[in-house]
T-cell receptor, first 113, second 110 residues
Framework: EPEVTQTPSHQVTQMGQEVILRCVPISNHLYFYWYRQILGQKVEFLVSFYNNEISEKSEIFDDQFSVERPDGSNFTLKIRSTKLEDSAMYFC???????????FGPGTRLTVT | SQQGEEDPQALSIQEGENATMNCSYKTSINNLQWYRQNSGRGLVHLILIRSNEREKHSGRLRVTLDTSKKSSSLLITASRAADTASYFCATDLTGNQFYFGTGTSLTVIP
């Protein structure tokens, strides 16, 4: 069964460094999303992406964040200058259509020291 | 805020019993989805119910939606130890983002 994959599973970085989190959505899906979950807290929406453009973004998704679909399969989230409070699980998701079931990847645990 | 809020926050039942979790939200939605998350793992999609639907079934899962009360419930029948997880509702306002609640932690005791 097709699934969303994410790499790496765990990323440790120093404050101020740039990180790129990678996702491979399900191949026939058209809509892509990033969420984050700080330890012990709820899942928070970051950004949605369709047709090579950001569809919507939350107030969390500030200028330090960017997303890209560099090729036909990968979907990346870049954090330019990480802060301690960026430590969280980052989940990628994809769906066929807008408003459809979203399928989540296993997540990348980002630890900023 | 659009956030869904689940209750109870925690639920502990014996294997074989039914588990009911509730979700309330604040504004009109396109659809509502339920997800399961095992500790430290990703989110697994369980069921989607659209705003014009009142009830959906999937295996041992039954979801209801009452748009007049802005609430939904998830019923798991004949629970198993493997159902132990956190359950979240996620509300979709625009079709492009979901707001997750804080979740119900379900423990099924063998």
């Amino acid at each position: 069964e097709p699934e969303v994959t994410q790499t790496p599973s765990h990323q440790v970085t120093q404050m101020g460094q740039e990180v790129i989190l990678r996702c491979v959505p399900i191949s026939n899906h058209l809509y892509f999303y990033w969420y984050r979950q700080i330890l012990g807290q709820k899942v928070e929406f970051l950004v949605s992406f369709y047709n090579n453009e950001i569809s919507e973004k939350s107030e969390i998704f500030d200028d330090q964040f960017s997303v890209e679909r560099p090729d036909g399969s990968n979907f990346t989230l870049k954090i330019r200058s990480t802060k301690l409070e960026d430590s969280a699980m980052y989940f990628c998701a994809s769906s066929v259509y807008s408003g459809d079931e979203q399928y989540f990847g296993p997540g990348t645990r980002l630890t900023v020291t | 805020s659009q956030q869904g809020e689940e209750d109870p926050q925690a639920l502990s039942i014996q294997e074989g019993e039914n588990a009911t979790m509730n979700c309330s939200y604040k504004t009109s939605i396109n659809n509502l989805q339920w997800y399961r998350q095992n500790s430290g793992r990703g989110l697994v999609h369980l069921i989607l119910i659209r705003s014009n639907e009142r009830e959906k079934h999937s295996g041992r899962l039954r979801v209801t939606l009452d748009t007049s009360k802005k609430s939904s419930s998830l019923l798991i029948t004949a629970s198993r130890a493997a159902d132990t997880a956190s359950y979240f509702c996620a509300t979709d306002l625009t079709g492009n983002q979901f707001y997750f609640g804080t979740g119900t932690s379900l423990t099924v005791i063998p």
